[in-house]
């Protein structure tokens, strides 16, 4: 069996990475929304840093605070998932991989941990998960 590398996590213990692409980024997922909450609930937030709600009580006032954790924490994967593939397209120079734009246009269209999988699919395929 394959061993994977081990990382920290946020609160500073090692755990070895699961080997399921889904539990991978289900992984990511609690880690953005962990850190997301952290600096939330900071007693001191940063002062320069400006504060732009995912969402507003005007556009739907049906969400939970956690159903807006979940979906800007599923956001923040993304977002870095979109670095990686960008930083590794201009240093290779490799041209788009074939239905990862469909596969953004879905996670976009519907953000969910099964898109954002969807997405992470093709990132896993060159390598840029680990």
């Known amino acids: ?19 399921n692409l889904f539990d991978r980024m289900q992984a990511r997922v609690a880690e953005a929304a962990f850190a997301l909450d952290r ?16 969402a507003t009580a ?3 006032g049906s ?10 924490s599923l956001r923040r994967v993304f977002r870095d998932l979109g670095i990686s593939y ?8 490799t041209p788009l991989t074939p239905g990862l734009r469909d596969a953004a246009y ?5 953000p969910s941990l099964t898109t954002l999988v ?9 390598d840029l998960l680990s």
Do not use: I
């Open 1 to 19: 069996m394959k061993e994977r590398p081990v990382r920290g996590s946020a609160n500073g213990s090692s755990k070895e990475l699961p080997d």
């Open 39 to 54: 600096r939330a609930n900071a007693t001191r937030p940063k002062s320069h840093r400006r504060r732009v709600p995912l």
């Open 58 to 60: 005007s556009e739907d």
């Open 63 to 72: 969400r939970s605070p956690e159903e807006l954790l979940a979906e800007q």
């Open 86 to 93: 960008r930083r590794f397209r201009k240093q290779t120079g």
């Open 106 to 110: 879905n996670f976009r269209a519907e």
């Open 118 to 126: 969807a997405v992470a699919a093709f990132l896993d395929e060159l």
